[in-house]
């Protein structure tokens, strides 16, 4: 992991307890020119006029301002690493704090990193992935795959997924006629054909192409559910929201608005015929010819006296049942597999024009071909119930986290996002889109039309890609190996398998050279800038790194007398403590002293398992079991990372 980085409102910094960490931190914000920037560009603060009441853009920035706005969005790349370490250290249970994760990488690779700390713990998965449009250059993705090669890189992602996926949960995937038989198939060999649940229909598009034999209107959103059986004992909150269309409220009944239903339904048992007799006229109605009414008699009679039977405008029509707005909210709408109104792509366009306004092009738009968010939104509200992780690999220009972030808005939910992207809109669209939709719920012209905002925190990590991994090999090979190899290329394949990878390679900086684990602070890989063939030494976050590869849960992360504390549970619920230190400031000795000085004991149970860079004297803390529970972090880092890898 070769960055990590927070994004977090202002308000829950100006809630920190602490008055002299909140006054720092503030003090330090007020002189970051480069987070001003950003803000100016993203949020047109330079506009906000000021008032009797709160005070207006200013240059420089003023304490006042920044609490008078407290949904912006602080980045902790614009700031140094004790700002970000002192910022953290202010959070109690980190990990719950934060509402949404991003991870910039190959989402293979990411989806393996995560596999230990989100073992099925998500709720819902939706993503869009690429499917054979035939244009490379109108995608961001390669999109002209052989359908073997699609098919398998789905099959690799979507096993993975099915291992980050709780009981209840289930994944959508959408598709269009191309791939959607294929995929239909290989996800029924992934996740059972059992637990196939539907083939959504959406209406994507309302205009036609007059050039076309037929005009394409639908997606395909293919369905799979974790454990059907699952879902079908909680059908009864698997609904969708009631929208209020059709309620209203013409006589001020006390019970709120309604809308009329028919009495009548298909006839399904014998005593459900009988008379409703209108009580000013005395008529009797029976239901029609093949039907039946809805209720049985004694309580058509007791809706008669609550008044929820009516007899149409003039009290002389057919019977009618009156159904209340709370009621149809309380039980939701049942789904069907036709979704046709729900918005369509052109306004998904619209609404990334909306939030960038000119920062975005139309080339870019239609490479990221983006889906609208209320798809996104209903796909998890069926499965979310306001809370749970909602994850899409294919992340696109971040449409999974709006439509979040807006679900979260709307009911006070908190529901929570992992995002996975490999591409270069990564810092270009996704990250400044989460941020926007943060702190503020509309937009127009790349401009906040209410600046209403949000609460929000999210972290984004950035991961060694495989170029990056090549990059940083450091070979040893002699002349003679050298030249043998070129001469004898028939088994040059083999041999950089099993001979260049395990032996010449061997204390490369990307395969743990564990030497240089004596300052894990300080661990550099050389990694791509994004100028062509360019690199430049980036420390490596081995803290972040071993806390995704043991599963670790943070509760918190403090940096006291050069030593990093990490705190969390492990995914067994086990309590756990790991020190990282700069062994060539603090040796074993320096080491005993602090761990007193902080208070810790190894003999009490505060912990579990302690974990700590390179070899040390601490008395062993023992369990029950008498097993030793100090464990050395350079040999569990190296053989998980190991582990990852081979998955």
Not at 18 to 44: G, M, N, Y
Not at 136 to 143: Q, R, T
Not at 283 to 307: A, D, I, N, S, V
């Amino acid at each position: 992991m070769v960055e990590t980085q927070y994004c977090v409102t202002l308000d829950r910094i100006f809630a920190i307890k602490d008055e002299e960490t909140r006054t720092w931190l503030v003090d330090q914000i007020l002189k970051s020119d480069a987070q001003h920037e950003e803000w100016v560009r993203l949020f047109a603060i330079d506009e906000i006029q000021g008032d009797h009441m709160k005070p207006g853009y200013s240059v420089p920035l003023t304490a006042g301002f920044l609490e008078a706005n407290p949904h912006l969005v602080l980045d902790t790349r614009y700031f140094d690493e004790d700002f970000k370490r002192r910022l953290l250290a202010s959070f109690d249970d980190l990990d719950e704090k934060c509402d949404g994760l991003l991870v910039h990488s190959e989402n293979f690779q990411a989806l393996n990193l995560l596999m230990e700390r989100y073992r099925e713990q998500v709720v819902c998965i939706y993503i869009d992935p690429p499917y054979n449009t035939g244009s490379d250059n109108d995608f961001a993705y390669k999109d002209s795959y052989q359908h073997s090669s699609w098919l398998s890189m789905m099959v690799d992602r979507g096993a993975l997924a099915r291992g980050l996926s709780a009981s209840s949960s289930g994944i959508f995937v959408s598709t269009d006629d191309g791939e959607y038989a294929n995929l239909r198939l290989a996800f029924a060999a992934i996740f059972g054909d059992d637990n196939f649940v539907a083939d959504i229909i959406w209406n994507s598009r309302k205009s036609v192409s007059s050039d076309a034999l037929i005009s394409v209107a639908t997606n395909h959103t293919t369905f799979f559910a974790k454990d059907k059986s699952a879902l079908e004992k909680q059908k009864t909150s698997f609904r969708l929201p009631q929208d209020d269309e059709g309620f209203a409220n013409p006589d001020n009944d006390p019970r709120g608005p309604w809308k009329l239903d028919p009495m009548d339904a298909p006839n399904i048992r014998e005593n459900l015929t009988y008379p409703i007799r209108n009580p000013l006229t005395g008529e009797e109605f029976y239901p029609p010819e093949g039907r039946c009414w809805r209720f049985e008699q004694w309580q058509t009679e007791q809706l008669l006296k609550e008044g929820r039977i009516v007899f149409g405008r003039t009290g002389n029509a057919k019977p009618m049942y009156k159904r209340f707005l709370s009621e149809a909210k309380e039980k939701g709408r049942t789904p069907t597999t036709l979704w046709d109104d729900v918005k369509t792509t052109t306004d998904a366009t619209k609404v990334l024009l909306d939030v960038f306004g000119d920062a975005i092009s139309r080339e870019l738009i239609n490479k990221l071909k983006p889906k609208p968010h209320e798809l996104v939104g209903r796909c998890t509200v069926l499965l979310s119930d306001g809370a749970g992780i909602v994850l899409d690999f294919f992340a696109g220009s971040g449409t999974t986290a709006h439509a979040v972030i807006n679900l979260n808005r709307e009911d006070g939910g908190r529901r929570k996002y992992i995002l996975v992207e490999m591409g270069e809109y990564f810092d270009t669209v996704l990250v400044p889109r989460i941020k926007k939709v943060a702190y503020s719920k509309d937009w127009k012209d790349g401009k906040p039309v209410s600046r209403e905002g949000t609460s929000h925190m999210f972290k984004y990590l950035r991961l060694e890609s495989y170029e990056d991994t090549l990059n940083n090999l450091e070979l040893r090979r002699t002349e003679v190996q050298q030249s043998l190899l070129e001469q004898h290329s028939d088994f040059r394949e083999d041999y950089m398998l099993h001979y260049m990878l395990d032996v010449e390679s061997r204390g490369s900086p990307s395969l743990l050279d564990l030497d240089r684990f004596e300052n894990p602070f300080n661990y550099k890989l050389n990694i791509a800038t994004g100028t062509a063939g360019e690199t430049k030494p980036t420390a490596v976050d081995l803290v972040e790194t071993f806390n995704y590869l043991i599963g670790l849960r943070v509760k918190t992360i403090h940096y006291l007398d050069g030593v990093c504390v990490v705190t969390g549970t492990n995914p067994q619920g086990e309590r756990m403590l790991i020190l990282w230190r700069n062994i060539k400031e603090m040796d074993n000795d320096k080491l005993d002293d602090w761990f007193l000085k902080q208070g810790y004991n190894t003999k009490d149970q505060e912990f579990d398992a302690i974990y700590v860079n390179g070899d040390n004297n601490l008395e062993n803390l023992k369990g029950p079991n008498h097993t030793w529970k100090v464990r050395l972090t350079e040999e569990e880092l190296l053989r998980r990372m190991f582990d990852v890898q081979d998955v």
